[in-house]
């Protein structure tokens, strides 16, 4: 789904064949102005797809934009200006406002963990654990907040976890079928494989097909031994049971990547509101 999709769908699930209550309580001629108005301190992220979900709804509206995204803001800032037809304004509301503070919710946990692990050149990564139709916003926001997209979906990557390794009858055979696969359709994406213990690693390694290895659930004494044995072989990924108060526990040199289902399945949203003066 391309974002024109996403506003028009979106569009439609809420108007339907029409705002009723905005019909019928205001003039089709009057005109209005409303502001974004922040009421929690944290990260901007949505801004870009506010004005785009404006201009769907109607083109003549006049989009004053004060912040960008990514910009950190307080309480108290406004975000930007929207003026025109005051149907207009009223009909995109709701679709602005939990854009906007759902994607400034993941972009600020995302920046707040991103910044605690910059000294260490470890990057933050999200997961598939997003609202179904709503991945491709919610990705969006990890990026504006620092963090970088893991696969967007099971089509641009091949990421052999646990359940994959055990139908396909072990690790081995498992990265052997998915690079045969690759090869005979001539495809070049990466492969990652979910290893849970150390020999699960040593045999990923023997065959020398991995792209990146996924530690998960490994303690961080395990994860430091785990990088001894892969020796920059491969990439590092680590995942499962970290947490924004435990992760500089795992901030292990010679780790590259942790990737974290909380940027998007359980985030908060921040508190934003769209005032109409």
């Known amino acids: 789904m391309d974002i024109t999709s996403f506003i028009k769908q979106s569009l439609q699930e809420d108007i339907e064949q029409g705002d009723y209550t ?51 803001i307080k309480k108290g800032d406004i975000a930007f200006i929207v003026e025109g037809k005051t149907q207009s304004i009223l009909i995109a509301e709701r679709l602005v406002l939990n854009c906007m503070q759902r994607m400034s919710g993941i972009a600020t946990i995302t920046s707040e963990l991103s910044l605690l692990l910059k000294p260490y050149g470890i990057k933050i990564l999200d997961t598939r654990k997003t609202t179904p139709l709503n991945r491709l916003i919610e990705k969006w926001a990890v990026r504006i907040g620092g963090g970088l997209n893991h ?47 150390y020999n699960e690693i040593i045999e990923a390694l023997s065959t020398g097909i991995p792209d990146r290895i996924m530690l998960d659930n490994f303690d961080p004494n395990a ?25 500089l526990h795992y901030a292990i040199k010679g780790v590259d990547f942790i990737s974290m289902g909380v940027l998007t399945h359980s985030v908060k949203s921040l508190d934003l509101s769209l005032k109409i003066n």
């Open 22 to 72: 905005t019909l019928s309580t205001i003039n089709k001629d009057q005109q209005g102005k409303a502001k974004l108005l922040v009421k929690e301190n944290g990260v901007l992220a949505g801004i870009d797809l506010a004005k785009l979900i404006f201009q769907e709804v109607d083109s003549t509206l006049n989009f004053q934009q004060l912040l960008n995204d990514s910009d950190e």
């Open 151 to 197: 696969r967007f979906g099971l089509y641009d990557m091949i990421l052999i976890k646990d359940n994959h390794v055990d139908s396909a009858g072990g690790i081995k055979n498992a990265l052997i079928k998915a690079q045969q696969f690759l090869q005979k359709n001539k495809m070049t994406i990466p492969i990652e494989i979910e290893t849970r213990n």
């Open 223 to 247: 994860i430091k031994e785990a990088v001894k044995i892969i020796n920059g072989q491969c990439e590092i990924e680590i995942s499962g049971g970290i947490t924004k108060e435990n992760i």
